[in-house]
Every structure is written in structure tokens, then in C-alpha cells.
């Protein structure tokens, strides 16, 4: 059985790394991959840029959410209690919705352009979503 709370603050952690990945690939790195066009392949099935104009936002949005998440899961938002549960609720529901996103392109076989990206997404993108998304979600109702 999967302890709720360790998984939320799991959560907050993936998220924090996640933006710290994006920042990095901001700079115009391009790891674990060759190029640009690899990176986007294995990451997303299509080729996207990967420029600072488009992963600096997402870090953004990252970096808030493991503060929201980290807050909520560790008990220190105070008087921002509801803030950061909303925040928690958030990210959740991100996660949720990325994974039933993620099933529903195993069903129909959306394999991208890329031959990394359908194993990824359901070896690992697809069910760390929705344990991760599942677990945050029922400390939410703890």
C-alpha cells in the first residue's frame, strides 16, 4: 500500500528536479539526448523547441508547484494552509490528467515521431503520473 503522504512530498521533490531539468535544458543543453531534436522526440513524440521561451515557464510552474506541494505534504504552509492545498489540488489534477492523456495514446497507438517516446511514456511517464497524481490526491482527502 502506498503511503499518501510520502508519495506528496515525492511529488514535491519530482517537481522540483523536473524544474531544475528545465533550466538546465534552458541553457541550451540538451542531455540524456544528442540534440534538440532528439530531446523533443523522446520527451514529447514530436519535434518542439526547446528553448528558453518555452521550458523557463514550465520550470516557473514547477518550481511553484513543489512549493505548494512541498508545503502542504510537509505541514509548513501556516497561514498559506489553503493556498497550498489548492496548489496540491492542482498538481494533482496536472498529474491525473497527464496520465489518462498518456492511456489514452497507448490505446490508439500514438507512437510520435520518435521510437523512444512510446516506451517512456508507457513504461514510466504514463504510471508515475497516475501513482504519483493518485496518491497526492487521496492525502488531499486525508
Known amino acids: ?25 534552458a541553457t541550451g543543453a540538451v542531455w540524456p539526448a544528442g540534440d534538440e531534436r532528439g530531446l523533443s522526440l523522446a520527451v514529447l513524440g514530436s519535434v518542439v523547441s526547446f528553448g528558453p521561451a ?10 511553484v508547484g513543489a512549493v505548494c ?5 510537509w505541514g509548513l504552509a501556516g497561514r498559506f494552509a ?14 491525473l490528467l497527464r ?4 492511456v489514452v495514446w497507448i490505446v ?3 507512437d510520435g515521431a520518435g521510437a523512444v517516446f512510446p ?7 504514463t504510471p508515475l503520473c497516475l501513482a504519483l ?3 497526492v490526491a487521496r492525502e488531499l482527502r486525508r
Open 1 to 25: 500500500m502506498v503511503d499518501n503522504r510520502r508519495a506528496a512530498r515525492a511529488g514535491a521533490v519530482l517537481l522540483g528536479v523536473l524544474a531544475l531539468v528545465h533550466v538546465y535544458w
Open 54 to 63: 518555452v521550458v523557463l515557464p514550465l520550470a516557473a510552474m514547477e518550481g
Open 69 to 73: 506541494v512541498g508545503a502542504y505534504a
Open 82 to 95: 489553503r493556498l497550498a492545498q489548492l496548489g496540491t489540488a492542482v498538481f494533482a489534477g496536472g498529474l
Open 99 to 102: 496520465g489518462a492523456v498518456g
Open 108 to 110: 490508439a497507438g500514438k
Open 119 to 125: 516506451w517512456l511514456n508507457a513504461l514510466a511517464y
Open 133 to 135: 497524481g493518485g496518491a
